[in-house]
């Protein structure tokens, strides 16, 4: 049985094959239509649809700024209860129809990767907004966010199936969480729920994701504003790449009281800037 964010499942437990009841992160497909006709699927944990579709837009280049978005909103009938509607306006509206089928072309979805396109660095960078800087986070205090993050994962600490993207304050009070089957959708979820109540630029503060820092994160973090990005995995070389261009800080392997430094120490207090350049 499918309740929300969670399915209810019987298997069966070794050892002892003992059978009992356990609760899975429901997977469902989310068609995102543009002025009504179907543009792109990806499969994601229902809950905050609207949030996801608008987040998409704006980090995926469909939009540049929040008065571009007229509104997303779920379709309320019953046969398309997994379909969210985007209405542009303004310049992307102007620009969309030209825009349509190159974005087609670019786009493949699925819950585990994001972007897989042509696009380069350099025509990203273009698009992304000055960095929030003027804050320094210290270790001590970036070391408790996983554990924060954890703590504010409600449906995982049920199912332990899903990613989460967590944007914290310079001081790392808990400012936003989503959770989700697909790292890229969390994000996604974070960035569209700050587009729609009026929050972006997000401002100083920092993203924490679960699992590794890949190019996609990075631009997305970028298209919001966010400076500070910070995975419990490993960043790619790619990722690491764009962060350096786009004057983000880029932390990764943040787990077990240790965390690398890749690119912006000067948002980390104690980093030596001398030992990031010359990596």
């Given at each position: 049985?499918?309740?929300?964010?969670?399915?209810?499942?019987?298997?069966?437990?070794?050892?002892?094959?003992?059978?009992?009841?356990?609760?899975?992160?429901?997977?469902?497909?989310?068609?995102?239509?543009?002025?009504?006709?179907?543009?792109?699927?990806?499969?994601?944990?229902?809950?905050?649809?609207?949030?996801?579709?608008?987040?998409?837009?704006?980090?995926?280049?469909?939009?540049?700024?929040?008065?571009?978005?007229?509104?997303?909103?779920?379709?309320?009938?019953?046969?398309?209860?997994?379909?969210?509607?985007?209405?542009?306006?303004?310049?992307?509206?102007?620009?969309?129809?030209?825009?349509?089928?190159?974005?087609?072309?670019?786009?493949?979805?699925?819950?585990?990767?994001?972007?897989?396109?042509?696009?380069?660095?350099?025509?990203?960078?273009?698009?992304?907004?000055?960095?929030?800087?003027?804050?320094?986070?210290?270790?001590?205090?970036?070391?408790?966010?996983?554990?924060?993050?954890?703590?504010?994962?409600?449906?995982?600490?049920?199912?332990?199936?899903?990613?989460?993207?967590?944007?914290?304050?310079?001081?790392?009070?808990?400012?936003?969480?989503?959770?989700?089957?697909?790292?890229?959708?969390?994000?996604?979820?974070?960035?569209?729920?700050?587009?729609?109540?009026?929050?972006?630029?997000?401002?100083?503060?920092?993203?924490?994701?679960?699992?590794?820092?890949?190019?996609?994160?990075?631009?997305?973090?970028?298209?919001?504003?966010?400076?500070?990005?910070?995975?419990?995995?490993?960043?790619?070389?790619?990722?690491?790449?764009?962060?350096?261009?786009?004057?983000?800080?880029?932390?990764?392997?943040?787990?077990?009281?240790?965390?690398?430094?890749?690119?912006?120490?000067?948002?980390?207090?104690?980093?030596?800037?001398?030992?990031?350049s010359s990596a």
């Amino acid at each position: 049985m499918s309740v929300g964010e969670t399915t209810d499942v019987r298997v069966t437990r070794f050892p002892g094959g003992i059978a009992d009841a356990d609760r899975l992160a429901t997977e469902e497909p989310l068609e995102i239509r543009v002025d009504g006709e179907p543009f792109v699927v990806t499969m994601r944990t229902p809950g905050h649809d609207a949030e996801l579709a608008a987040g998409f837009c704006l980090t995926e280049g469909l939009i540049d700024h929040p008065d571009e978005l007229e509104r997303a909103e779920p379709c309320t009938l019953s046969d398309y209860g997994n379909v969210v509607n985007v209405t542009l306006a303004g310049q992307a509206a102007v620009r969309w129809p030209a825009q349509c089928n190159a974005a087609r072309r670019e786009l493949y979805l699925s819950s585990s990767c994001g972007l897989c396109g042509t696009r380069t660095i350099d025509r990203i960078h273009r698009r992304i907004p000055d960095l929030a800087g003027g804050f320094v986070m210290g270790p001590d205090v970036l070391v408790e966010l996983p554990r924060l993050l954890a703590e504010a994962q409600g449906v995982f600490a049920v199912t332990g199936g899903l990613h989460a993207a967590a944007l914290f304050h310079a001081d790392a009070r808990v400012r936003l969480v989503r959770e989700d089957v697909g790292r890229h959708n969390a994000v996604d979820k974070v960035v569209g729920a700050l587009l729609l109540s009026g929050q972006l630029p997000a401002g100083p503060g920092v993203l924490l994701v679960s699992g590794r820092a890949s190019f996609e994160l990075v631009q997305k973090a970028g298209r919001a504003g966010i400076g500070f990005l910070a995975a419990v995995g490993a960043p790619s070389s790619l990722a690491a790449d764009a962060a350096r261009r786009f004057g983000m800080t880029l932390v990764g392997f943040l787990r077990g009281g240790r965390f690398n430094v890749y690119t912006g120490g000067e948002r980390v207090a104690e980093c030596s800037r001398a030992s990031i350049s010359s990596a």
